[in-house]
């Protein structure tokens, strides 16, 4: 089953209504993917085997403009503010826990798109698409050299210069810029990951 094919999934903005009430200490690992019960695909056909999807962009008819179509970028930013001002805790991978900042990365596209990312914000760093920072969009990683010249820091751009991430050892997640002096003086570059590569979002042109 691919999702192009579903003419029947919700608009973004219905997603991301769901989102905004969604209960950020009631999910936990393992559960089915927010944006296949968010988006209604698992109530098409409930004996489909949801496990290998991800999400793409609705496709518009021959002929016809592209209507908007489903942004994982946007979803996975919007589930991520969800967890604000979970506590910090190095090596922690879930709400109930806390998060360190690679934790926090994995935890939100592993429950938002079903994806796995690497264990540690080096190894994410390796992965995907490089990104200039001109180019980022939400959902894209942002990665920092905190400790020399390693990376040792991520967090998920959201828009205009922000963006979100478990920071340090008695701090909460919470939302930074990448103008703050500290943050732009250790920022080591983009990345976008697999899942996103490809998935612009498709909007529908303004007729006059």
Known sequence: ?????????????????????????????????????????????????????????????QGKASPRGFSPGQLLTALANQFMDIRYQRGGRKPSTGFDCSGFVRYVFKLGVGVELPNTSAMQYKSGTEV???????????FFRTRGKRISHVGIYLEDGRFIHAPSSGKRVSVSSL??????????????????????????PNQS
Request: net charge neutral; hydrophobic share 45%.
């Open 179 to 204: 103008s703050e002096p500290y943050w732009s003086r250790r920022y080591a570059g983009g990345r976008r990951p697999q899942v996103l590569a490809g998935h612009e979002m498709m909007a529908t």
């Open 1 to 61: 089953m691919r999702i192009h094919h579903l003419n029947k999934v919700a608009a973004l903005l219905a997603v991301m209504a769901m989102l905004a009430v969604m209960p950020a200490m009631a999910v936990e690992q393992g559960a089915t993917p927010v944006w296949i019960t968010a988006t209604g695909i698992d109530r098409l056909d409930p004996a489909a085997d949801t496990s290998n999807l991800v999400p793409s962009p609705l496709q518009a008819e």
């Open 132 to 142: 200039a920072r001109n180019d980022l969009r939400s959902g894209d990683l942002v």
